[in-house]
Nanobody, 123 residues
């Protein structure tokens, strides 16, 4: 059982930046792809960014965050990051880290989830 713990959320003004971190309780490389999801109040959880377990340069992003968010990972630290720049009000959500074996950005692709970290962007 992999445990994931997110950190780095907070409140920021529109246009600002935040860097989220997710640390796993055991090595996720090379078994699991890592991803970030988010869920805003009253909305379904959506995939935001995905990084391949064996190829750090292989990533996928939701259209809504392309060019603003960057996912990366440090295998030695069992940590995945989400650098969020040019934040918008609509980025406000609970952000979750996830680990899974399937390459995709749907919830069904992931088996382990963190508890989430809140990101609030004020306009």
């Amino acid at each position: 059982q992999v445990q994931l713990v997110e950190s780095g959320g907070g409140s920021v003004q529109a246009g600002g930046s935040l860097n989220l971190s997710c640390t796993a309780s055991e090595y996720t490389y090379p078994r699991y792809h890592m991803a970030w999801f988010r869920q805003a109040p009253g909305k379904e959880r959506e995939g935001v960014a995905l990084i391949h377990t064996r190829a750090d340069m292989t990533t996928r992003y939701a259209d809504s965050v392309k060019g603003r968010f960057t996912i990366s990972k440090d295998n030695a630290k069992n940590t995945v990051y989400l650098q969020m720049n040019s934040l918008k009000f609509e980025d406000t959500a609970m952000y979750y880290c996830a680990a899974g074996r399937s390459w995709g950005l749907s919830e069904a692709d992931f088996v382990y989830w963190g508890q989430g970290t809140q990101v609030t962007v004020s306009s």
